[in-house]
């Protein structure tokens, strides 16, 4: 990567880590772009470059955060001992609960829609960031299941939809269980999806 487009890069870094900072904190609604290219330090020529307005770069920086949680999920999916598709699935899942669990700032901005940081490798041309070992993890974790299962990407999405929709009161509110609760019926829930679409 040449320094025009690292530089490019953290200022589209920037942008997206203030936003975040801004919208956790003031409200997307009172949050103006003006708010994000100044705390930024960036023209706001700039903000243009990357994004439309304050609700596109509010729906990339959801991506972007639920992307980074499958990032660090996946990369300790393989340094873990998980054997097996479901193995490894189920890992990535309890992993993203777990993160989300403890930091629930962040569940409340990614709110249900845990879908497009999954989404950015598995269903997508480019992700939202091009981290390779990552990006190859997941197309591993696809690998693995696709001599298994029907139809892969069609899968994984319904289990992550299904746990990020599952799983918010649950962390947030305990309702209508506490989470170290709901997960044992989450669980079942998934592997009854994996045994759904399992190859005949």
Same mark, same amino acid.
């Given at each position: ?17 203030? +936003? ?6 003031k ?12 705390? +930024? ?9 990357y ?14 955060? +639920?992307?980074?949680?499958f ?11 998980a ?15 777990? +993160?989300?669990?403890?930091?629930k700032?962040l ?14 490798y ?36 319904m ?6 929709s ?23 829930a ?6 759904e679409?399992?190859a005949?």
């Amino acid at each position: 990567m040449g320094k025009a487009e690292e530089n490019k890069l953290k200022k589209r870094e920037s942008l997206l880590d203030t +936003a975040f900072k801004l919208f956790t904190t003031k409200g997307l609604h009172n949050t103006s772009i003006s708010d994000i290219v100044e705390q +930024a330090g960036v023209a706001k020529g700039t903000f243009y470059l990357y994004f439309k307005d304050k609700y596109d770069i509010n729906n990339k920086l959801v991506a972007h955060r +639920a992307t980074k949680l499958f990032d660090d999920s996946l990369e300790k999916m393989r340094a873990s001992n998980a054997v097996g598709y479901r193995d490894k699935i189920l890992f990535v899942i309890n992993d993203i609960i777990d +993160a989300l669990n403890k930091d629930k700032v962040l569940l409340m901005f990614i709110s249900k829609n845990l879908g497009l940081g999954f989404s950015r490798y598995a269903m997508e041309s480019s992700a939202v960031t091009e981290k390779a070992p990552i990006k190859e993890a997941s197309e591993s974790l696809l690998k693995d299941i696709a001599g298994e299962i029907k139809n892969p990407r069609l899968m994984m999405y319904m289990i992550i939809e299904l746990t990020g929709s599952s799983i918010y009161s649950s962390i947030l509110y305990d309702q209508p269980v506490n989470i170290e609760e709901l997960k044992p019926y989450l669980y079942k829930a998934i592997n009854s999806i994996i045994d759904e679409f399992a190859a005949e």
